[in-house]
């Protein structure tokens, strides 16, 4: 049997580039490599990695509004912060962000530039994921297709079989936008490496993942069954926290792809769990994520009650701008923009500057999908002073 711990692949499965709008610190609460070497790092480079993420963000979101000289600014003032990176995990990962930033503006040769540069393999292989999706969506199949063949190549090669089957199940569903059958031999070589991790609250972590790559590559009965197995091992988990997680993770995945009845069941199992949670970071994580897939989900009522009650005010924030843009999906624009603007209100909270720039950031993309971009504007400009007050 092979065995892992939790904190080993839940990072890799939910953390690098799942929500690639976290930055600095805020990502750091979710992937503990990234947290070491913030808390490890000189001063002034870590400075120099946050001004890259949230230039590059705000460069981005600046071509948007169709601000151009803005927008080149701010990539200029990222390669200037990034350049100034010693070697290590904090320019990888900035290098990953980059490179998803520049693919999301279109510019898929500083996209690549960027991630020929990353030299740890997962970082590198979810950043991939990010800019094959958006060259498919561009219209460039065969260069996604050939970035695939060449993640593939790579995930073979790794060593650890844990590793390997969450690199191999991303991989086979990045084939989605471009040959669905083409990915899914990956995903079933990954699902029988899932039948031999030892650690149950890993398996059903990987397992939930695999549920969502079926359902991917076009395999609903598969995905059934495996999400059938995630939720059998999650009953049996004894820690809350774990618990917690397991369920929470269950219901999103379910959310996202659809299966939106299904999901709240065990949305309710992870909150019954994480209320047992004795510690309060953590406890406001795992809330923040039940609430956030309860929008998912289009259980709004549910979902506020259990965001209204996070204590922390970051992750209450991004709770409230997840269900705010489900509801702005489902039609329901003036609850939509009235949840925004309490959000943006309460983000003085916030007392970390990151964080509270992180959440900006994301209030801003909201406004702009809701062509407000004189709020969305007001926005970039308060991270802008908050880049150029970082010390370091």
Same mark, same amino acid.
Request: glycine share 8%.
């Given at each position: 049997m092979i065995k892992t711990q939790v904190r080993y692949i839940l990072p890799l499965l939910c953390a690098l580039f799942g929500n690639a709008g976290l930055v600095g610190h805020a990502a750091a609460h979710a992937n503990p490599y990234l947290e070491q070497a913030l808390k490890g790092g000189d001063a002034r480079n870590v400075a120099d990695y946050q001004r890259t993420l949230l230039h590059t963000q705000l460069a981005n979101h600046y071509q948007q509004l169709a601000q151009t000289d803005a927008a080149s600014r701010h990539f200029a003032a990222a390669d200037q912060a990034y350049a100034k990176i010693a070697p290590g995990y904090l320019k990888a990962h900035a290098a990953g962000h980059m490179a998803n930033e520049y693919a999301s503006a279109g510019d898929f040769a500083k996209a690549r530039a960027s991630l020929a540069t990353i030299d740890d393999l997962a970082l590198r292989t979810h950043t991939a994921w990010k800019v094959v999706s958006k060259l498919a969506k561009a219209g460039d199949k065969e260069a996604a297709a050939q970035m695939l063949l060449a993640i593939e190549d790579e995930v073979r090669g790794v060593d650890d079989a844990v590793l390997r089957a969450e690199l191999l199940t991303g991989t086979g569903a990045g084939w989605k936008a471009v040959d669905p059958g083409r990915g899914a031999g990956m995903v079933f070589e990954?699902?029988? #490496?899932?039948?031999?991790?030892? *650690?149950?609250?890993?398996?059903?972590?990987?397992?939930?993942?695999?549920? &969502?790559?079926? #359902?991917?590559?076009?395999? !609903?009965?598969?995905?059934?069954?495996?999400?059938?197995?995630?939720?059998?091992?999650?009953?049996?988990?004894?820690?809350?926290?774990?618990?917690?997680?397991?369920?929470?993770? /269950? %219901?999103?995945?379910?959310?996202? !792809?659809? $299966?939106?009845?299904?999901?709240?069941?065990?949305?309710?199992?992870?909150?019954?769990?994480?209320?047992?949670?004795?510690?309060?970071?953590?406890?406001?994580?795992?809330?923040?994520? #039940? &609430?956030?897939?309860?929008?998912?989900?289009?259980?709004?009522?549910?979902?506020? !009650?259990?965001? *209204?009650?996070?204590?922390?005010?970051?992750?209450?924030?991004? &709770?409230?701008?997840?269900? %705010?843009?489900?509801?702005? !999906?489902? %039609?329901? /624009?003036?609850?939509?923009?009235?949840?925004?603007?309490?959000? $943006?209100?309460?983000?003085?909270?916030?007392? *970390?500057?990151?964080?509270?720039?992180?959440?900006?950031?994301?209030?801003?993309?909201?406004?702009?999908?809701?062509?407000?971009?004189?709020?969305?504007?007001?926005?970039?400009?308060? #991270?802008?002073?908050?880049?150029?007050?970082?010390?370091?």
């Open positions: 990954a699902y029988g #490496i899932s039948r031999i991790v030892a *650690d149950p609250a890993a398996q059903a972590t990987l397992l939930n993942e695999l549920g &969502a790559n079926f #359902i991917d590559i076009g395999r !609903k009965d598969m995905a059934m069954r495996v999400f059938a197995e995630a939720e059998r091992i999650g009953l049996g988990l004894t820690d809350p926290l774990q618990r917690a997680q397991v369920f929470a993770m /269950h %219901g999103g995945e379910l959310a996202e !792809k659809g $299966e939106r009845q299904r999901a709240v069941p065990a949305l309710d199992m992870a909150l019954s769990a994480a209320l047992q949670v004795s510690d309060a970071h953590e406890r406001a994580e795992v809330l923040s994520e #039940i &609430a956030r897939n309860y929008g998912q989900s289009w259980t709004f009522a549910p979902g506020l !009650k259990v965001a *209204d009650n996070i204590e922390d005010p970051y992750y209450q924030a991004e &709770a409230y701008i997840r269900i %705010g843009k489900n509801l702005w !999906k489902t %039609g329901q /624009h003036d609850q939509a923009r009235a949840l925004f603007e309490r959000t $943006e209100r309460r983000a003085i909270l916030i007392a *970390d500057d990151i964080e509270r720039a992180t959440v900006l950031r994301k209030l801003a993309s909201e406004w702009i999908v809701l062509k407000a971009p004189e709020r969305a504007m007001g926005l970039l400009e308060q #991270i802008a002073r908050i880049v150029n007050g970082l010390t370091g």
